[in-house]
């Protein structure tokens, strides 16, 4: 069983406790919060662990074995280099990290501290992914004509861009996810989940290119990124701003494999010009969270060296590519 302490309060730390607790492999023991009082209400809705509203107590706490960081982007590296340094296990919300450098510091140091740092980038963990991955590789192999490539789309009209634009016109702060300060924006927000899929599908491209748009704060709000593969392409269009209706396509010969979201799989369909429409898989999860942290329970506490060392590789290999794209902005 692992001790379980959580930073962030929004509703996707409730979220990963419960996929959390529902593994049983976690049991919940410290939420922080900058206000004891948020803190002591998760304590209360879980019913366990104690709250705290100082990390120092959390760093000495040695019954803590993981640390669930959900903070905004920025404050990721220094609340990881902490946890690390206290000697604990770490999974941090996507986008882990706000660059590179801070990337590899981070892994180096827990490689020294002997513990694992773990990026949780929830849907690559589904059972649906897992499926919609097979079926990619089984396709790509088999067609008979060059696979030419796919398009994926995310433009999901944030419940906190009204809020930005009020806060714009008032000059307010604007909410952390679209101020480029805290490290926000549409690329680092959604942007990183298809990215996520392009490079565990089909690696890292030759090129990588983003086109944006962005607001009065310089914060990126709607973009294209374009990456160049020998032989075909993946173009991945994202915004924050925009009520977007467009699915994810992939396609093969006459086939086409449409998913429907990239973030929550819960269809994939293939279309082909011989036999219309055929679902492949509907599988609805209760909890968003539920397959990745059991995938990190079952790393931290049987050792999956292999897997483990898959993930990090491919997390490194997105930041990597993240870095390029804001390069060529
Ligand atoms: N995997 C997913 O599906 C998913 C979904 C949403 C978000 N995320 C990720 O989760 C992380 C948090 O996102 P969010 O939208 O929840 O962010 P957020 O609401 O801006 O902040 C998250 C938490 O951090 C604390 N916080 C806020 N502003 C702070 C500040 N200025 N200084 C210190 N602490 C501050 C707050 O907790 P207290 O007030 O309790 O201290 C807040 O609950 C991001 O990395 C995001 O990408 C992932």
Do not use: C
């Not at 480029?180 to 990588?208: C, N, R």
């Amino acid at each position: 069983m692992l001790q379980l302490a959580t930073i962030g309060t929004s509703w996707i730390t409730e979220e990963f406790i419960e996929g959390a607790l529902m593994t049983g492999k976690y049991s919940l023991n410290t939420v922080y919060s900058r206000h004891l009082e948020k803190a002591d209400q998760l304590v209360d809705k879980y019913n366990g662990g104690y709250a705290i509203d100082d990390l120092d107590q959390l760093w000495q706490d040695n019954s803590v074995d993981v640390v669930y960081i959900a903070s905004p982007n920025l404050l990721h590296f220094d609340h990881t280099i902490a946890a690390i340094n206290s000697g604990k296990h770490v999974i941090v919300e996507k986008p882990i990290f706000t660059n590179l450098t801070e990337w590899d510091k981070a892994h180096e140091l827990a490689k020294e501290k002997g513990v694992y740092l773990l990026e949780a980038a929830r849907h690559i963990h589904t059972k649906n992914y897992q499926h919609l991955k097979q079926l990619i590789k089984f396709k790509t192999e088999k067609v008979t004509y060059p696979f030419l490539g796919a398009n994926l789309n995310i433009g999901q009209y944030s419940s906190k861009y009204d809020r930005y634009n009020q806060a714009l016109k008032a000059n307010e702060p604007v909410p952390n996810v679209f101020n480029p300060e805290f490290a926000g924006g549409v690329l680092m927000d959604l942007g990183v989940y298809p990215i996520y899929v392009a490079i565990d599908l089909f690696g890292k491209p030759i090129s990588a290119d983003y086109k944006v748009i962005k607001g009065q704060n310089n914060v990126d709000l709607f973009g294209h990124v374009i990456f160049e593969y020998d032989g075909f392409n993946v173009v991945i269009f994202i915004s924050k701003a925009v009520h977007s209706q467009l699915h994810n396509e992939f396609y093969f010969d006459n086939e086409t494999v449409r998913v429907n979201n990239i973030t929550d799989i819960d269809r994939v369909e293939m279309f082909s010009t011989n036999n219309g429409e055929i679902a492949t898989l509907a599988y609805e999860v209760e909890n968003t969270l539920y397959d990745e942290a059991t995938a990190f329970a079952d790393i931290i506490l049987n050792n999956k060296v292999e897997d483990y060392k898959y993930l990090t590789n491919l997390s490194r290999n997105v930041r990597e590519v993240m870095d390029q794209l804001n390069q060529s902005v």
